[in-house]
């Protein structure tokens, strides 16, 4: 019989945890600029009130524009299912996962793009494009990171990738997940339109990249884009808080904690890059991620030498 505590503590932590994360990011970028910030729960507050507003559609737009948040929360939800959670298994696993969590994110960025292209806004034109063109890069550096982990657990599901790493595996592959880290680190900033790629709370026509394809989205569609954001840094930060947590415990309590104390740390991070770092020049975007693909390139290069 399966013990529902468990899977019950994974659906609660994957639904409920994710907008607080910006809420933490928020009060330390506030805490640095000595200001009190907003709450923490601010990003809930701004969810249920975008629900509750009607929303708005340009006759010049399709379907497409209409179902496009849609799935990208959808989307994000069931990559949250397929992602573990520190010790904690994934709710839904299978051989080659991996692959399906790969294809979601294509899946949402394809269709944003297309939405952001259905508004016939020279604008919004624009923000697809760099989306398109820097995504091109970031999928680079997050295939060879996952290559590279693939072939050190010689699996292809997430909760092996991610949860088979102990203590020994740290030591016998210990600079090529260092590398691997760092580069998804990167990923993580570029993915989640986080500074120094971009900044979400700015609306600076010359340098906006992802926040000016979403516009013209308004109520309960901006709630969905805004909620499948949260999810889509917490499932990435999973990635990286697996990684870095190469040690179990028997209690599913304990791990759970573990885990959010995890993730909160790396919200702070956050936080302190996004207050210690200017954002870049549009035209320098490209050479930070060139760095991720590099450092990718040379964790794969050094795990391929130990295995041949």
Known sequence: MIDAIPVLLRFAIGLLFPPFLLGIIAKTKAFFAGRKGPRLLQVCYDILKLTRKGSVYSPTTTWIFRVAPLVFVAAMFVSTLLMPFGALKAPIQFYGDVLLFVGLFALTRFLMVL?????????EGMGASREAAFSCLSEI??????????????????????????RSSWINAGPSLILVVISFFMILLVENARIPIDDPDTHLELTMIHEVMILDHSGPDLAFILYGACLKLFVLGSFLASLLLPFRFHDDWINAAVFLGAMIGLAVVIGIVESSMARLRLNRVQSFITVAIVLASFALIIVLSRTL
């Open 115 to 123: 939405a952001a292209l259905d508004t016939g806004s020279s604008f």
């Open 141 to 166: 550096a997050l295939f060879l990171n996952l290559t590279v982990l693939v072939i050190l657990s010689k699996n292809f599901s997430l909760s092996t990738l991610l949860g088979g790493y102990t």
